[in-house]
Every structure is written in structure tokens, then in C-alpha cells.
């Protein structure tokens, strides 16, 4: 696939989800991969909070070194398993030649993930934010991540979003069978909101589901760096190294806003009232519970 067939493409399916052509088309290598043992997946709905937690686990890796965490870009660094871009190395190619221990991004649901993540009993990290603000955040990344079909207007997204007709498919469905999936394996669920308000204890969380104790300096020097300030001015972070016709920050940074709530300042009342029937509905066969604000 070229250039001019990835920009801006309708979605196509994968077993039933939305997904992007140029990752279809890899497909056969990802559902082939082979994990390791000491492999850690970091795994997200898109727009929840991925690089963020990426970032904060290369720092526990190591051991708060700010400028080895600088090394490289944080797709380089953290690759994303599936994904698959023309003139760039896949996530498949990049973690070919990575040393053990790897850190491994993805967000594919429960049902698609390769088999060899569990036949390798690898840890996961699961991060979930409340669909409020992922739905908004996920309309203003798909403007700027040329990967996208155009969102049209943000009713039409919302629409979207609700019918699961985005790429990676119904968010509901994602939030639940992962939550369902941490009773038999090793996986830590963590929410973008408790790490907002507090990362300390979320970061020592992690730090702790690794096998490890931080001195407190260390955790205060992990969250200085990964608060959003930081890793919006951190170049190795804030995906500006990408090519234009890949992201284009003009149209939106990807290190946007980092908040919990912006969603206040886009959904209608009509629209959040609409939402919070469909949300009940939804939601209804699990005892998952967000936090649309803090
Ligand atoms: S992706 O493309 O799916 O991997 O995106 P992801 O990293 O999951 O989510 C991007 C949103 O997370 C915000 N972000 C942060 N928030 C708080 N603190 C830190 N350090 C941080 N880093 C990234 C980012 O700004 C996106 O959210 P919005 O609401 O659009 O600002």
C-alpha cells in the first residue's frame, strides 16, 4: 500500500471490527507474533491514556533515567504491535530486533489478541478512560492522524462512536471483556482518572504488579516527568517527529489537553443526555464504573 491509499481511507473489517486497511493488510504477521515471557503489553481503547503509561513504564525500565528515556520516540521505544504504515516500520518489524525485556502497545480487544500473549502467561496493563472524554479526544485525533476517514461533525462522531463504527470498534465491549479477562490472568486495570488525580499511587501500582518497591524520590521523579507539561514540550513523547502525512499537529496536537471533563465543553445537553441512557444500557451487565469527572 502507497501513501495516497493510506491517507484518509474508509475502514475496513477485521473479524467484525472496524480497522484500518494498512493494518488489515499486516495482519497475518501480528496474529502470528511471537511473545516472550518477560514481554509487558501495554493495552488501551485508543485515546485512554497509552503514551502516557508508556512513558511512565520506560521510566520504571530505567530506573528514572530521563535521558535514556529520551533515547528514541516513544513508537520506537514502546512499538505498537499491529500497526502497520506505509514507508515506516510496522510494530511487528520493530520488536523483531528488540532486546528482551519489551514494553508492547496495543489495542486490540480481548478476543483478537495473538495467542502466544497467553500461552506466554505475559503481564498485561490495561488503561481505561471514561468514553466521555475518549470519545472527544478520539474525534480531534482522528483530524490529525491522516490514518482516519474524516470524522465528520461531532454529532455524526458521537453517533459513531456509540454504534462502535470507529476504528478498534465498540469501546463498551473493550472496557468490559478486559475487566473480565484480569480475573484469570495476570493484568493490572488501571483508570486514566485515578492517575490524574492522583499518579503516585497508580505509578507505585505499577511499579509493584513488576515486582518492585520505588523510593519515593524516584515516583515524584516519574510523575514530574510524565505529567502532561512535560511530555507535551518532550519531543521524544509528543509524537511531532512523525511525518505530516502521518499526524499533522496543526490541525491537532496530539498532546491536546490531558484532562479529565473537556467533554463538558463539546457535548450538547441533548447529546450527554442521550449518551448517559445509552451508557446505562450498556453498562448495565457489568460493575465496571467510571468517573466522568474528578
Ligand atoms: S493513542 O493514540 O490511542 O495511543 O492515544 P493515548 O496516548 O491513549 O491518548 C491520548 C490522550 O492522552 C492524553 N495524554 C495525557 N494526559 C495526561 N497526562 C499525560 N502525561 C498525558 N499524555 C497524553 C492526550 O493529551 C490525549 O488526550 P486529550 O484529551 O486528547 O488531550
Same mark, same amino acid.
Given at each position: 500500500m502507497g501513501r495516497e491509499d493510506f491517507v484518509r481511507q474508509e475502514l475496513g473489517m477485521l473479524h467484525g471490527m472496524p480497522l484500518y486497511k494498512s493494518f488489515i493488510e499486516a495482519w497475518p504477521q501480528v496474529e502470528a507474533f511471537q511473545a516472550r515471557p518477560d514481554d509487558l503489553l501495554i493495552c488501551?481503547?485508543?485515546?485512554?491514556g497509552t503514551t502516557w503509561l508508556s512513558e511512565i513504564l520506560d521510566m520504571i525500565y530505567n530506573d528514572g533515567n530521563v535521558e535514556k528515556c529520551k533515547r528514541d520516540a516513544i513508537f520506537k521505544r514502546v !512499538?505498537?504491535?499491529e500497526m502497520s504504515v506505509p514507508d515506516m516500520p510496522g510494530g511487528i518489524e520493530l520488536l523483531a530486533?528488540?532486546?528482551?525485556p519489551r514494553l508492547v502497545k496495543t489495542h486490540l480487544p480481548v478476543q483478537l489478541l495473538p495467542k502466544s500473549f497467553w500461552e506466554q502467561d505475559c503481564k498485561v496493563i490495561y488503561v481505561a478512560r471514561n468514553p466521555k472524554d475518549v470519545v472527544v479526544s478520539y474525534y480531534y485525533f482522528y483530524q490529525m492522524a491522516?490514518?482516519?476517514?474524516? !470524522?465528520?461533525t461531532k454529532e455524526e462522531f458521537l453517533q459513531n462512536f456509540m454504534a462502535g463504527k470507529v476504528a478498534y470498534g465498540s469501546w463498551y465491549s473493550h472496557v468490559k471483556d478486559w475487566w473480565e479477562k484480569r480475573k484469570e490472568k495476570r493484568l493490572l486495570y488501571l483508570f486514566y482518572e485515578d492517575m490524574k488525580q492522583d499518579p503516585r499511587p497508580e505509578v507505585q501500582k505499577v511499579a509493584r504488579f513488576l515486582g518492585k518497591e520505588l523510593p519515593e524520590s524516584l515516583v515524584e521523579k516519574i510523575v514530574h516527568h510524565t505529567s502532561f507539561q512535560e511530555m507535551k514540550k518532550n519531543s521524544a513523547a509528543n509524537y511531532e517527529t512523525l511525518p505530516e502525512w502521518v499526524?499533522?499537529?496543526?490541525?491537532?496536537?496530539?498532546?491536546r489537553k490531558g484532562i479529565t471533563g473537556d467533554w463538558k465543553n463539546h457535548f450538547t445537553v441533548a447529546q450527554n443526555e442521550r449518551f448517559n441512557k445509552h451508557y446505562k444500557e450498556q453498562m448495565k451487565d457489568s460493575e465496571l464504573c467510571f468517573r466522568m469527572e474528578i
Open positions: 488501551t481503547y485508543p485515546k485512554s !512499538p505498537f504491535l530486533t528488540m532486546p528482551s491522516k490514518i482516519h476517514p474524516d !470524522p465528520g499526524m499533522d499537529h496543526n490541525l491537532s496536537p496530539f498532546m
